[in-house]
T-cell receptor
Framework: DQQVKQNSPSLSVQEGRISILNCDYT??????FLWYKKYPAEGPTFLIS?????DKNEDGRFTVFLNKSAKHLSLHIVPSQPGDSAVYFC????????????FGSGTQLTVLP | GAGVSQTPSNKVTEKGKYVELRCDPI?????LYWYRQSLGQGPEFLIY????????DSGLPNDRFFAVRPEGSVSTLKIQRTERGDSAVYLC?????????????FGPGTRLLVL
């Protein structure tokens, strides 16, 4: 049973436009959410995070939105750049004793020049 | 400073053999994590170390998998009697203190292929 789901395996966007990547979760105990970015042959790189006490967190071109009632989060990239082309993973964790991250299956973003 | 490093980067072995995968965390990081990523999937948690001890090994799939971190720094993931289904990228991550909501920094992974 997948607790974190990314239903779009791929997304193509024109350079300069907005990229919106979506993620849904089922475990109501999750209270911290992250986005990682992964290039081929490299490990995932932390991008941005959000705690469940917030509904938005912004860092430069990247904004993460959290809708707790819908158990949904999204990552917005504005403006998109060709260097943003990568696989994006949504991840979640609980703040109890567990430290493990639970990942979605990823979305391949391609930004077209 | 140096990030998380993993060796080897690639490992090909035959079914039934024993393999060891090594992880060097970021210097000074007390928490270390192992994940496994199968093709088309996100990373799946295997085990978490706080210092030398395994604080959570609930993700290890069976008793063929074992991990150690004897001096609280380098960790080795050991797989006995490998099976074709063990083929995956094995990722290691570390974080500073192992606190909740602490960023985990990942290494490049070891790609294991069991023939």
């Amino acid at each position: 049973d997948q607790q974190v789901k990314q239903n779009s395996p791929s997304l193509s966007v024109q350079e300069g436009r907005i990229s919106i990547l979506n993620c849904d979760y089922t475990n109501s105990m999750f209270d911290y959410f992250l986005w990682y970015k992964k290039y081929p042959a490299e490990g995932p790189t932390f991008l941005i995070s959000i705690s469940s006490i917030k509904d938005k967190n912004e860092d430069g071109r990247f904004t993460v939105f959290l809708n707790k009632s819908a158990k949904h989060l999204s990552l917005h990239i504005v403006p998109s750049q060709p260097g943003d082309s990568a696989v994006y993973f949504c991840a979640a964790s609980e703040s109890g004793s567990a430290r493990q991250l639970t990942f979605g299956s990823g979305t391949q973003l391609t930004v077209l020049p | 400073g140096a990030g998380v490093s993993q060796t080897p980067s690639n490992k090909v072995t035959e079914k039934g053999k024993y393999v060891e995968l090594r992880c060097d965390p970021i210097s000074g990081h007390t928490a270390l994590y192992w994940y496994r990523q199968s093709l088309g999937q996100g990373p799946e948690f295997l085990i978490y170390f706080q210092g030398t001890g395994a604080a959570d090994d609930s993700g290890l799939p069976n008793d063929r998998f074992f991990a150690v971190r004897p001096e609280g720094s380098v960790s080795t993931l050991k797989i006995q009697r490998t099976e074709r289904g063990d083929s995956a990228v094995y990722l290691c991550a570390s974080s500073s203190l192992g606190l909740p909501q602490e960023t985990q920094y990942f290494g490049p992974g070891t790609r294991l292929l069991v023939l």
